[in-house]
């Protein structure tokens, strides 16, 4: 099996028979890449600032949201081309000789002043050449009954009877024609024109107004640079008078005849553009107006199926994810919020989306965008869940943002060189596909992470993962099932899902999307067109006129051309080709006239960006901007509804890699002399004893104050010298144990209390603790001698009771504290190792007698134990051997596991494991376990740690012979992870799962060996933090701190200086270091001749540990300490007074 639960994982989810298709899998960056530090930097502050991430995610959206309805229009006056539900469009030029036109279309412009088209003098010089070029069309009304057509000179002009009669609403011909002109508005009078009080008015209340052919007169086709305020035409540059005819239509020869004598004729007050009035040059250009076929609903309703099957199916396999709804809604909206903001800025800056169908936008999004937000779920998923949300989340993101990052890229890059070669309906769609995953970048990197990081806050995903297996893991030890390659690629398990599938979903429907354009091309037709730009096509982009130049037209013909809306498009279909869905027509050069005497330098060039744009800007800002601000406060005040109360715990779990994990404390310098005992209380007091005969209390949690004992109130009598010292665990007492007498101080109201006698007989006892409280008694006093007999001392007995253990000498004795009942009362027993080995455990009764029970785990030859450590909060203790160690159920005394180690040093075994979980077998489980020990031999620290192979799995410590739940993982499926640290020094294991130590450092070097074991060396993911600064050269002063965890699946180790520079030269210089001790959760003291140092790791809480030893989360605390239960508040029992 693989020696890492990932790579068990991935390694049963992959197919083996395509090793070539892992090649594409995308690379994983060293924890110390620029780029991975930076995005896992980004991650932390999202997942520590959500509420702000959200917020800037939300604004951003509404800026980009807001505008949309004002900014897409179905009237096309200034806004963007409405988006067609189900028709694809197009305007495109074709190459010469690529095929026949169905028709012809020739056009005049006629300029005044620039911007000035609405002058009432050029609109009636316009309708004087309109005249001219097509004979009267006052009251124009082409209707006329059938008659046969006579024969007429093709050299002469049209009577107006004969023109109609041609006109194609009398039928169509090949002779057929038809015109627009602005002129229409007025319905061609120069009566009208010249009495029209308001002809901006007229213009806009008549841009609806259909001509005979029921073709809308749209400003966007009788007029050219156009200036739109309000959603209102306010002035043009040129009037567009536009000629369609048929190839045999002689209203298009007169047409072009008499232009060529009208550009002499009029040239005294007209100048033409070409001055002979010839149109020589003209383009073919293609017109569609395709409604979406059966084949086309088809394929995206396959594709979308795909989409949203690939989408469930995948979020069925999420096993750590809960609110599962939530997670489609936030996908949905991350979406949609993506295709509208991209939507709005391709309105902006004015990039045609009308070419192609509404629903053929979101899926290729929808496929990318699935890619980054399950990678990055997984990533979360495969992290420790012991660790904090910003941590979880900061890895992740750090290892999978600039795969998204890099995928993103690729494709834009990829789009960019599709849109140069494909046509331009196809070019817009890319572009917005380019707009689109930019936002889904962002929008993952800010909404999905804040939203997330929620996610995981609120347990979401870490509560489940302890239940991750239920539905998937066997009994026992069954061996997971092979998947299939198909099975791998749909759960996104092997790289071609992760890495080109959005890729490949987005060229395919680039090069539907062309094909759709070209509808009669085969398909390999098609690519070689696309991939060696030899299509039928050519580039909007033709070389200006140089003859135009002069007159600085406010838009050229060619982009006029472009900018015709596919509504307009759409009605000449249904006049030329009823039953067709496109036509081909060749587009002569229009003939330009400008008015002589006319100014045609720019006054105010054309805006670049979308005119409706400057319209909402000018009069909907006020209400825009308030909106956001009340969008901004719901969200703020919703969030912090939401979180009420978790952002100060999320603070207190945060990950502390962004601080630093060590914090080097001096407590004041009080001691005089060498300080030789120290002790610790559950909510912060350390006792010191020093050589000069000082007794100090110390209380860190309230910032290091401290005192004597002695300058408050002089001791009843001499306490020298103390052999011992303890508090009991409500921090209310301290007891000093002499040769003949314990002392008891009042932590609370600073004062003695009576002292009790004792005989030692000048021995050393092995244990002095306080017991637990019973219903009648406070904490009575324990003390364990090396010969075996157990001494209770109980406040309010004269005599205290004495209890035999073991009849053999004792090395090791250490107290254990349980819980009877859930709520019950707490139960003590006392553990015990002796000199020949033996192990017994002394339990108190309900009737407050003793029983001791001698413990036979091995056989007789094997009791060679030598120490007891008690695990409270996981009901059971630790026997260290020589190279062993024993997990012993405290309950049943039943062994539960033996570990493998190597040689131990008596008395230096510690232990370490994540918080307790409750599976549903019912017994005790976690995620992690491990001890450390010095080596017998080398002295080197020792550390083994446990994990389940299946990630989502627990270590369970029930009975083997009880039946297991599907997330219990037996001692024998756990992975084993070995780590040795030379020249540990004196060192402790903290109960916040970390093993801090100091050492002398004689080379300078902080030489550690972070080697693993080989059951570590295939695919663990590591942080190896080294923070060695340069120490003073004095090689009698080079002590250092230092600290590791192993604790799940990620190794840290860190070391620093003891001393910071000032202090250098300020203390005493020791050969040795004083006693340790533990304080609080993530705090230890250590003795540096009179100076007592303060080292932290991480985040320290002060609490109960004696309250919370049951609790799930021992080492992480509570934030409030436990009130005293009220039994004993209201009770008047006997205390230590």
């Known amino acids: 099996m693989p020696s890492l639960a990932v790579r068990a994982w991935r390694d049963s989810h992959t197919c083996t028979d395509l090793p070539a298709i892992r090649t594409t899998e995308a690379p994983l960056l060293a924890p110390n890449h620029p780029l991975r530090r930076a995005f896992a930097r980004y991650g932390r502050y999202a997942a520590r600032h959500v509420v702000t991430t959200l917020i800037i995610s939300v604004v951003v959206a509404s800026i980009l949201i807001y505008p949309f309805p004002f900014l897409y229009t179905s009237d096309l006056s200034n806004g963007a081309s409405n988006l067609p539900h189900h028709v694809w469009t197009a305007a495109q030029p074709l190459k010469e000789n690529s095929t026949e036109s169905d028709v012809i279309m020739r056009s005049i412009w006629v300029h005044g002043s620039y911007m000035k088209a609405l002058d009432r003098e050029v609109l009636l010089g316009a309708l004087e050449l309109q005249d001219e070029l097509l004979g009267p069309t006052k009251n124009f009304s082409p209707r006329r009954p059938v008659t046969a057509l006579r024969v007429h000179d093709p050299h002469a002009d049209l009577a107006p009877q004969d023109r109609d009669a041609f006109h194609v609403v009398n039928g169509l011909t090949n002779q057929s024609w038809f015109f627009h002109s602005p002129l229409q508005y007025w319905a061609c009078s120069a009566e009208r024109i010249s009495t029209d009080a308001n002809i901006v008015s007229t213009v806009n209340a008549r841009k609806t107004q259909p001509t005979s052919v029921n073709v809308t007169l749209r400003h966007s086709i009788v007029f050219s640079g156009k200036h739109f305020e309000d959603r209102k035409l306010l002035a043009a540059d040129a009037l567009v008078i536009t000629l369609i005819h048929l190839r045999d239509s002689p209203v298009g020869r007169q047409w072009e005849r008499k232009a060529e004598a009208l550009a002499a004729r009029m040239k005294d007050k007209w100048t033409a553009y070409p001055a002979d009035g010839k149109s020589m040059t003209s383009q073919l250009y293609e017109f569609q107006f395709m409604p979406i076929s059966m084949q086309d609903t088809v394929f995206l309703a396959l594709a979308y199926g795909l989409a949203g099957l690939y989408f469930l199916y995948s979020l069925s396999k999420l096993r750590a994810v809960k609110s599962k709804i939530g997670l489609i809604v936030t996908v949905f909206v991350q979406v949609v919020v993506s295709i509208m903001s991209s939507f709005t800025v391709c309105a902006v800056f004015r990039v045609d989306l009308s070419g192609i169908p509404q629903a053929a936008y979101p899926v290729v999004v929808l496929s990318m965008s699935l890619e980054n937000i399950f990678r990055l779920i997984n990533a979360v998923i495969v992290t420790p869940s012991e660790n904090s949300t910003s941590s979880r989340i900061s890895r992740a993101f750090g290892e999978t943002a600039h795969v998204a990052l890099a995928s993103s890229a690729q494709n834009v890059i990829i789009l960019w060189g599709l849109s140069k070669i494909v046509s331009p309906g196809v070019s817009a769609f890319c572009t917005f596909v380019a707009v689109a995953i930019v936002f889904d970048f962002f929008y993952l990197s800010t909404f999905f992470l804040a939203v997330l990081s929620v996610d995981v806050r609120r347990t979401e995903l870490s509560d489940a993962l302890a239940k991750a297996s239920l539905k998937n893991n066997r009994y026992g030890q069954e061996q997971p099932l092979k998947r299939s390659c198909f099975e791998a690629m749909l759960q996104g398990k092997i790289a071609l899902s992760t890495r080109i599938a959005g890729t490949v979903i987005m060229i395919t429907f680039v090069l539907i999307a062309q094909w759709h354009f070209f509808e009669n091309d085969t398909f390999v037709r098609l690519l070689r067109g696309v991939f060696r730009v030899s299509r039928d096509t050519v580039s909007f982009s033709q070389p200006k006129n140089s003859l135009l130049v002069d007159i600085h037209q406010a838009r050229s013909p060619t982009s006029w051309l472009r900018l015709q809306d596919h509504e307009s498009a759409r009605e000449v279909i249904n006049v030329i080709k009823p039953r067709s869905h496109s036509y081909i027509a060749r587009v002569y050069d229009p003939l330009v006239f400008v008015l002589n005497g006319a100014d045609r330098t720019p006054v105010t060039p054309e805006r670049p960006l979308l005119p409706a744009l400057y319209d909402f800007i000018d009069h909907h800002l006020k209400h825009f901007l308030a909106t956001v601000l009340f969008i901004l406060s719901a969200v703020r005040l919703l969030m912090n509804y939401l979180l009420w109360g978790d952002d100060a715990e999320s603070r207190r779990n945060d990950d502390m890699s962004d601080q630093p994990l060590l914090a080097i404390e001096s407590l004041p310098e009080a001691h005089s002399l060498d300080v030789v005992m120290m002790s610790s209380s559950y909510d912060g007091h350390i006792i010191s004893v020093g050589l000069d005969r000082a007794i100090r209390v110390w209380d860190v949690r309230s910032g290091g104050r401290d005192y004597a004992l002695a300058d408050i109130e002089p001791p009843p009598e001499n306490p020298f010298p103390i052999l011992a010292v303890a508090t009991d665990k409500k921090s209310s007492w301290l007891a000093l144990l002499s040769s003949h007498k314990v002392f008891l101080w009042n932590l609370v109201e600073h004062r003695w209390g009576h002292p009790v006698p004792v005989e030692l007989n000048g021995q050393k006892p092995e244990g002095f603790f306080f017991g637990t409280p019973t219903f009648d008694f406070t904490s009575p006093l324990v003390i364990v001698r090396r010969n075996g007999t157990m001494t ?233 933090y080294q923070r060695l600064e340069k120490r003073p050269s004095r090689s009698s002063d080079n002590w250092e701190v230092w600290v590791a965890s192993q604790l799940g699946r990620e190794e840290i180790y860190e070391t620093r200086p003891l001393h910071a520079d000032y202090e250098v030269g300020s203390h005493l210089i020791i050969s040795e270091l004083g006693p340790i001790v533990k304080v609080g959760t993530a705090s230890v003291a250590v003795g540096f001749g009179n100076v007592i140092k303060l080292i932290t790791v991480g985040h320290q809480h002060f609490e109960d540990l004696a309250e919370n030893e049951n609790e799930e989360s021992l080492h992480i605390g509570s934030r409030r300490r436990k009130p005293a239960a009220v039994t004993h508040a209201r009770m008047k029992v006997p205390s230590w007074n």
């Open 792 to 1024: 209770q001392i109980i406040p309010g007995m004269k005599e205290p009771m004495e209890f035999t253990i073991c009849k053999s000498p004792l090395i090791s004795v250490r107290p254990l504290v349980q819980k009877i009942a859930p709520h019950g009362s707490s139960q003590l027993s006392i553990l015990t190792a002796s000199r020949k080995g033996c192990i017994h455990v002394a339990t108190q009764q309900v009737n407050d007698t003793w029983v001791s029970q001698s413990l036979d785990v091995h056989s007789d030859e094997d009791r060679d134990a030598y120490q007891v450590v008690p695990l409270s909060a996981l009901s059971s203790f630790l026997i260290a051997r020589s190279q062993t160690v024993d997990l012993i159920d405290a309950k049943s005394k039943d062994l539960l596991h033996t570990f493998e180690t190597d040689p131990i040093q008596p008395r230096s075994l510690r232990c370490f494991h994540s918080s307790r979980r409750k599976p549903q077998c019912g017994s005790i489980g976690l995620v992690s376990f491990g001890i450390a020990y010095n080596h017998a031999e080398t002295g080197d620290c020792i550390m083994h740690s446990f994990t389940p192979k299946e990630d989502g799995n627990v270590i369970c410590f029930r009975n083997t012979n009880l039946p297991p739940s599907r997330s219990c993982s037996l001692w024998s499926e756990t992975i084993e992870s070995k780590r040795q640290i030379s020249n540990p020094g004196t060192w402790e294991a903290l109960p916040n799962g970390f093993l801090v130590g100091v050492r002398r450092d004689v080379n300078d070097s902080g030489s550690s060996s972070g080697e693993s074991s080989p059951t570590t060396t295939g695919g663990l993911r590591r942080r190896m």
